[in-house]
T-cell receptor
Framework: KQEVTQIPAALSVPEGENLVLNCSFTDSAIYNLQWFRQDPGKGLTSLLLIQSSQREQTSGRLNASLDKSSGRSTLYIAASQPGDSATYLCASAGTYKYIFGTGTRLKVLA | NAGVTQTPKFRILKIGQSMTLQCTQDMNHNYMYWYRQDPGMGLKLIYYSVGAGITDKGEVPNGYNVSRSTTEDFPLRLELAAPSQTSVYFC??????????????FGPGTRLTVT
């Protein structure tokens, strides 16, 4: 059974710092790995999707990597801003289903 | 495209009442999902559907029922509401098919309180 873990659960950084969020999964037989952002009281917004055959994806200040052999994905945020404050969730895609981690709550201090 | 829409946005139920959470997508996606998110937690899959007329249980199906009579609609039914069902419910959809890369699109959620 796939289990997805995100560490740390919460993170507070000063504005301008580069930071890394971690996502681990136990079953490497995944189709893709997706990162989401969730603002308080809101739904999920897709940030990046990495296909199982890819190593990384980039969008603006965000870079996500995938290492299936070690069961890890990282989300790198460059030059963090207060507007990046949110909860970040990763989800692994198996046949038909996504399994979600519990998220990392990020606060970027001005 | 409106994407994935959910109604209602908020609802308060008394213990033992029933209700249906509505979900509609206009992207012609075959796959649809219902999740619940408890405070400070990730999303848990309740039910999913791979096409009209086909549904299956997820991780936490007890106390819920679903139907999928059309591609667009995937309602979630709570028959006898319990306080443990207080949560935020999200509906999502993806394009077909197993083996292809598919991105999940989410609705805005329904915040349900059972008292």
């Amino acid at each position: 059974k796939q289990e997805v873990t995100q560490i740390p659960a919460a993170l507070s950084v000063p504005e301008g710092e580069n930071l890394v969020l971690n996502c681990s999964f136990t079953d490497s037989a995944i189709y893709n790995l997706q990162w989401f952002r969730q603002d308080p009281g809101k739904g999920l917004t897709s940030l990046l999707l990495i296909q199982s055959s890819q190593r990384e994806q980039t969008s603006g200040r965000l870079n996500a990597s995938l290492d299936k052999s070690s069961g890890r994905s990282t989300l790198y945020i460059a030059a963090s801003q207060p507007g990046d404050s949110a909860t970040y969730l990763c989800a692994s895609a198996g046949t038909y289903k996504y399994i979600f981690g519990t998220g990392t709550r990020l606060k970027v201090l001005a | 495209n409106a994407g994935v829409t959910q109604t209602p946005k908020f609802r308060i139920l008394k213990i033992g009442q029933s209700m249906t959470l509505q979900c509609t997508q206009d992207m012609n996606h075959n796959y649809m999902y219902w999740y619940r998110q408890d405070p400070g937690m990730g999303l848990k899959l309740i039910y999913y559907s791979v096409g009209a007329g086909i549904t299956d249980k997820g991780e936490v199906p007890n106390g819920y029922n679903v139907s999928r009579s059309t591609t667009e609609d995937f309602p979630l039914r709570l028959e006898l509401a319990a306080p443990s069902q207080t949560s935020v419910y999200f509906c999502a959809s993806t394009p077909a098919a197993a083996g292809e890369t598919y991105e999940q699109y989410f609705g805005p959620g329904t915040r349900l309180t059972v008292t």
